[in-house]
């Protein structure tokens, strides 16, 4: 065979092997192999096109990347025009659907539904003719629509052959285009990084990304489809149901609702609305009901139409997740950190499932991103047990003394200043404990589940007795007594003793619980349990130094002392304003150097070398912003007062085992992890720092051994020109087994 035949054939080979892999990744979501193989096939064929432009065909994995740009779509006639849905907003409307349909046929005939959530999305039309992917067009007003099929072409669950060889000379299937809830977020978070528009829901985005002009950039959409019924359909015949020609569809490579099931009388249609609803949140998608489908095609035909929807199919519907309501103010509430958070004020309004009076903002970047004003008609979304959030503001309809928002400048409850640190988005009252609102967050906190994990303290209780000046802070809750509980409002005797119980088991807690409590900024469940590993006893957690933690390198500490005599005099300054601009410096090393050196004038007599900082403790996670945070803290006395409190009222914890690792044959080595490992580097790094090993940036005649991954690079050369030993995953799995890590 010449060359010129082994590429033909090699190229379909390929055709057929990525759109096999393809399939197996998009529609099965059961990927056979690895990414990086399945870019080495594509990059093969790819090759193969470039040399030989001839064996370019339009079903080729390579035409989904997207091509030139259009001016404009052209219009598409649908063979078979696209129709619409008749909605039934309720269980009632329900019943009259399955009603009439029960009425129109004869008496004989035994309905079946199929049902399958109703996505929200757009409707396409796709035509493949020999089994190859020719058109795709939007449902447009339902006779006509746009050639969309360069950007259908993009997205990797729409096979652009069909599977197999026993198709249709002609098939043209119906289905949604959306967008996955994560690929949504994810798209946001890119155009808010660029600075470009965000999207207010999936929606939106699927039918921003599909009418792109620019097909390439529909290339980079995080697109998905499921086919739901038939268009046009030439040289085959297909089943006698709507389940059946589902499964028809997935045969030839379909994307199909993995959530289809025929419900055989209207209370499994009731049963199928209640489970997908409660499931809704769940889901990989956005979905806004459940299609019924007569699923008998015989019986559909008897039906027919009625103007622009059959008679043979209902979309059942949600209650609302978005609602238009007016603005009538916004209120700032100040959490346990200090953060105030915008809240919108609302004209009542019924938005999924219940009536919403207050909702989110997030914070002032959104507020003027969208530029929200008080009196401002807004869009209100409630999905799930989400918070109801304000989308956006209908521009349209602002009226003409509509009011900006803007941050407060003294904080709402106690008056305290408002500051808002550079680079962070939210703005924080100063006032810490004094503030009563700070004040309840953080009791609330300390007595969540997660935390000290009072049972019966609710949020209610809590602010009555912040309120009530009957405690100040979380170590005053123990002081409390049956009667005077029993005195707050909705408590009587029973459930007043029944608090001061619990209180008391929850004393018995342990140090990572109880470190997490304290509600320290940034310190979250897992570093607490970092910490608490780490270091064994409070005792050591109040002792720690910046000095224990925070590096200052030789190289930051030259270009301190070039700047220092920017500096005002006292080098420690509030926190909340770090003194210069230098990038590397953070407040945490100016509150390490102001630990040892008690004037600017006293650090300029320096040198650098003596300002190098190495430390001792390395705890997982813990950066220099959190080391200074937590050091701070212990460092107040009024929490040192009500650390004390707290332990002189009982609590208490277990000691915690620290695994010795002095005897480990790993201990005190220095490691370096390059190339890419099976697991993230992070977790051989927590092993190996468990077992008492260092692990270190970059190799040096220190360094041990060489953890090397594939496609390792400089730091592999390094090594071996060091001659420091290299070991590949499998040796350094050993090693760490060996020593029981
Ligand atoms: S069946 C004859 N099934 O809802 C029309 N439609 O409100 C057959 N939709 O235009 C439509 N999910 O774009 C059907 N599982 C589903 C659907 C679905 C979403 C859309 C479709 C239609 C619109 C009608």
């Known amino acids: ?22 399939h197996r990744y998009y529609v099965l979501d059961d990927p056979e192999i690895p990414d990086v193989e399945y870019d080495k096939l594509l990059r093969e064929l790819q ?19 997207g091509g ?10 649908h063979a078979i025009p696209m129709l619409s849905l008749d909605n039934a907003f309720d269980d009632d409307e329900f019943a009259a659907f399955d009603q009439r349909v029960k009425d129109r046929l004869s008496r004989s005939a035994t309905v079946r539904y199929a049902a399958e959530p109703k996505l929200d999305g757009l409707a396409i039309s796709l035509r493949y003719e020999q089994g190859v992917l020719v058109q795709a067009a939007t449902r447009g007003d339902g006779t006509t629509g746009e050639n969309v099929t360069a950007n259908v072409r993009t997205i990797g669950s729409i096979p652009l052959r069909l599977s197999g060889n026993d198709y249709p000379e002609v098939l043209e299937v119906r289905g949604e285009i959306f967008m996955p809830k994560a690929g949504f977020d994810a798209l946001n978070e890119r155009q808010r990084a660029k600075g470009e528009k965000t999207f207010a829901n999936p929606r939106n985005a699927a039918a921003g990304s599909l009418r792109q002009l620019d097909s390439k950039i529909t290339a980079t959409r995080p697109l998905a489809m499921y086919c739901y019924g038939l268009g ?7 089943a006698t149901s709507q389940s059946e020609n589902m499964r028809l569809l997935a045969n030839w490579g379909l994307p199909t609702s993995p959530e289809l099931k025929v419900c055989k009388d209207s209370a499994e249609c009731a049963a199928y609305f209640a489970s997908i609803g409660e499931r809704r949140d769940g889901l990989a998608y956005d979905i806004d009901g459940v299609v019924f489908k007569v699923d008998q095609v015989e019986l559909q035909k008897q039906l027919g139409f009625v103007a622009r929807a059959p008679r043979w199919a209902i979309a059942q519907k949600f209650p609302a ?25 609302l004209k009542p309004v019924f938005v999924g499932g219940v009536t919403v009076s207050n909702a989110t903002l997030h914070n002032m970047d959104e507020i003027e991103r969208k530029d929200i004003r008080v009196g401002d008609t807004v869009i209100v979304r409630r999905a799930g047990d989400v918070i109801p959030e304000v989308v956006s503001a209908v521009l349209s309809d602002r009226p003409d003394d509509a009011k900006p928002i803007h941050m407060p400048e003294q904080c709402p409850v106690c008056e305290s200043q408002v500051v808002r640190i550079s680079g962070e988005a939210v703005a924080r009252c100063t006032g810490g404990l004094f503030c009563q609102a700070q004040r309840k967050e953080a009791i609330k906190h300390f007595a969540s589940r997660k935390a000290m994990d009072i049972d019966g303290l609710g949020d209610k209780i809590v602010e009555q007795l912040v309120d009530e000046q009957l405690i100040k802070d979380p170590a005053d809750l123990f002081a409390l007594d049956v009667a005077t509980v029993a005195k707050l409002e909705r408590m009587a005797e029973k459930s007043a ?7 008391d088991k929850a004393k018995h807690t342990t140090l990572p619980r109880f470190l997490f409590s304290l509600g320290i900024l940034g310190i979250g469940e897992t570093m607490a349990m970092n910490i608490a590993n780490t270091l064994g006893s409070l005792e050591a957690v109040q002792k720690l130094t910046l000095h224990d933690l925070v590096e200052l390198k030789l190289s930051q500490a030259k270009a301190f002392l070039k700047y220092a005599s920017a500096l005002p005099k006292e080098l420690r300054v509030p926190m909340m304003q770090p003194p210069m601009d230098l990038k590397w410096c953070s407040s945490a090393h100016i509150e390490l150097l102001a630990e040892q050196y008690d004037s600017v004038a006293d650090l300029l007599k320096q040198s650098p070398e003596a300002l190098v900082n190495q430390p001792t403790i ?77 692990v270190v ?4 005649k220190n360094t041990n051994y060489l953890v090397a991954g594939e496609s390792a690079g400089s730091k592999l050369s390094k090594a071996e020109s060091l001659g420091v030993p290299v070991l590949d995953e499998a040796a350094i799995e050993a090693m760490l087994a060996k020593s029981g890590f």
């Open 1 to 22: 065979m010449s060359d010129l035949f082994a590429e033909e054939a090699r190229a379909e080979e390929l055709r057929k092997l990525l759109q096999y892999h393809n």
């Open 47 to 65: 090759q193969i096109e470039a040399d030989r432009p001839d064996l370019r065909t339009i079903d080729s994995p390579t035409q989904r990347v």
């Open 68 to 77: 030139a740009a259009l001016d404009a779509f052209e219009q598409v006639t």
């Open 232 to 238: 046009e359909v030439v040289g085959h015949s297909m």
């Open 321 to 345: 997740q978005e609602q238009l309501t007016l603005l009538e103010a916004v209120e700032f509430q100040v959490g346990r950190t200090g953060a105030l958070t915008p809240v919108a004020r």
């Open 497 to 503: 003793s029944n608090l001061i119980s619990s209180l």
């Open 618 to 694: 390395s705890i997982e996670g813990l950066g220099d912003v959190l080391a200074e945070k937590l050091v701070m803290f212990f460092r107040q006395p009024h929490n040192q007062d009500v650390l004390n409190k707290l332990i002189a009222a009982g609590v208490q914890w277990p000691a915690i085992e620290k695994v010795d690792v002095s005897d480990s044959e790993l201990s005190g080595l220095s490691f370096v992890l390059t190339g890419t490992l099976s697991q993230p580097r992070e977790s051989y790094k927590a092993r190996l720092l468990a077992a008492g090993a260092k």
């Open 697 to 700: 940036g970059s190799v040096s």
